[in-house]
């Protein structure tokens, strides 16, 4: 059986909907992995069935993260969506415990972060100086500036490179790293572009959107399928459950 790769939603609260971007459904089912939408439940025994059902987690991207979950008051942060933060973070949480493969998008990368203890710049813009610009205008599968990796890191050695350009849609970014993460991409501003776990099998959060510029390259093509890959491997190394 193929990986169950959860994908959580954006929560709309003016039409009281939640929605993805049918990118992320398109690239999990051509990498071989079988997409699981994930509403954000209340109750913590619901989102543990969601853990237990699910052999990857795609922390999909979407609005700011509320900053009293890293113990600030608002600043430069926007719209925030507090049942998917709540959600999100107890999710994430249970998948580190049980070193399930997670792959953060974006906001993801900036909940996968302050979940394990790190925090963010509520607005780059405002708090760094000199930044280049990272909410383009460019269609989404457009790469429009350069990161550099980090040598011998997961996701230099799953790209092949030690540089490539990337899409950029945010102005929140990770601040203090984790503990047990290490940053393993920069802008050339030096923002930090992805971060990946020391203590996990598979875990690794990217600012950019590969989901987006899945069908114009090879890069995004090789994070992704690396992601699946290693569901599978989860998946079957627990043995496989039947549907």
């Known amino acids: 059986m193929v990986p169950v790769i959860g994908i959580t939603c954006h929560h709309d ?21 079988l997409p699981l939408l994930l509403p954000d439940v209340v109750s913590t025994d619901n989102v543990l069935g969601h ?5 990857g987690l795609v922390l999909a991207g979407g609005v700011d993260v509320d900053p009293k ?7 430069g942060t926007g719209e925030i969506t507090p049942e998917r933060d709540s959600y999100e973070i107890t999710l994430v949480r249970e998948f580190l415990t049980k070193d399930k493969p997670v792959l953060a998008i974006c906001r993801g990368l900036q909940v ?3 979940c394990a203890g790190g925090d963010i710049y509520q607005d780059v813009n405002s708090q760094i100086e000199r930044v280049i610009k990272h909410m383009q205008q460019a269609p989404k599968w457009y790469p429009t500036h350069n990161i550099s ?21 945010h102005h929140q970014a990770p ?24 203590n996990h099998s598979f875990v690794l959060g990217v ?11 090879s890069d995004q093509q090789a994070l992704l399928r690396a992601f699946i890959r290693a569901a599978a491997e989860r998946k079957n190394a627990n043995g496989n459950r039947t549907y």
């Open 13 to 33: 609260y003016s039409s009281n909907k939640l929605t993805v971007s049918k990118g992320y459904i398109h690239a999990v089912e051509r990498c071989g992995g």
């Open 175 to 198: 601040r203090r790293i984790a503990p047990g993460f290490e940053a393993t991409a920069w802008a050339e501003d030096g923002i930090i572009e992805a971060i990946e776990s020391t």
């Open 112 to 114: 996968l972060n302050i």
């Open 149 to 169: 990796l980090k040598r011998g890191s997961k996701l230099q050695k799953i790209i092949g490179k030690s540089s490539t350009y990337v899409n950029s849609f």
């Open 207 to 217: 600012q950019w959107h590969p989901e987006q510029m899945f069908f114009q390259s």
């Open 51 to 55: 853990c237990a059902v699910i052999d």
């Open 69 to 75: 979950f890293f113990g600030e008051q608002p600043t």
